[in-house]
T-cell receptor
Framework: DQQVKQNSPSLSVQEGRISILNCDYT??????FLWYKKYPAEGPTFLIS?????DKNEDGRFTVFLNKSAKHLSLHIVPSQPGDSAVYFC???????????????FGQGTILTVHP | DAGVIQSPRHEVTEMGQEVTLRCKPI?????LFWYRQTMMRGLELLIY????????DSGMPEDRFSAKMPNASFSTLKIQPSEPRDSAVYFC???????????FGSGTRLTVV
């Protein structure tokens, strides 16, 4: 049962244009969402996050949008740069009853390629 | 801090052999996670520990997999016996507090032939 889904395995965009990566989830108990970026031969690194009480969070060229009613979030990168080429993972977190740890559920990932 | 350290970076082994993957979390982090990356399912959580105690091992594929965390600075993931379908990249991650912004290691690429 894939609770977090990234239905696009890959995305190709031109440098300077906008990249939009999408993510859907099924578990309504998720209350915090994160995006991770992964380069080859490296571990994923945290990129940006959003709480379920918000619908938008922006950090420089990166903006994450959350549509709770649709159980959908997206990551916008604008303008896209060749260095953004990587695998992007969407992840979701449930407040584990107020305990001091959280278990992230990840999607399958989307390979972004930005062409010069 | 050197980050989360995993060893080995690459492991090639024959089917039926025992494989042990190692992880040193970031000092002070109280949660440790083992993930497996596959093309079909992305990053799958295998098991996680909080304060060295296994909290959820429901993601462990079968009895061939086992994990331990004898102290706050070391964890192992063991596969015995290994099978070709276990070939994947295995990541260890650690976090503090509510687990926001996990820090991942560089992973161990396991190939079982």
């Amino acid at each position: 049962d894939q609770q977090v889904k990234q239905n696009s395995p890959s995305l190709s965009v031109q440098e300077g244009r906008i990249s939009i990566l999408n993510c859907d989830y099924t578990n309504s108990m998720f209350d915090y969402f994160l995006w991770y970026k992964k380069y080859p031969a490296e571990g994923p690194t945290f990129l940006i996050s959003i709480s379920s009480i918000k619908d938008k969070n922006e950090d420089g060229r990166f903006t994450v949008f959350l549509n709770k009613s649709a159980k959908h979030l997206s990551l916008h990168i604008v303008p896209s740069q060749p260095g953004d080429s990587a695998v992007y993972f969407c992840a979701a977190l449930t407040n584990a009853g107020g305990t001091s740890y959280g278990k992230l559920t990840f999607g399958q990932g989307t390979i972004l390629t930005v062409h010069p | 801090d050197a980050g989360v350290i995993q060893s080995p970076r690459h492991e090639v082994t024959e089917m039926g052999q025992e494989v042990t993957l190692r992880c040193k979390p970031i000092s002070g982090h109280n949660s440790l996670f083992w993930y497996r990356q596959t093309m079909m399912r992305g990053l799958e959580l295998l098991i996680y520990f909080n304060n060295n105690v296994p909290i959820d091992d429901s993601g462990m594929p079968e009895d061939r997999f086992s994990a331990k965390m004898p102290n706050a600075s070391f964890s192992t993931l063991k596969i015995q016996p290994s099978e070709p379908r276990d070939s994947a990249v295995y990541f260890c991650a650690s976090s503090s507090d509510r687990g926001y912004g996990y820090t991942f290691g560089s992973g161990t690429r396991l190939t079982v032939v």
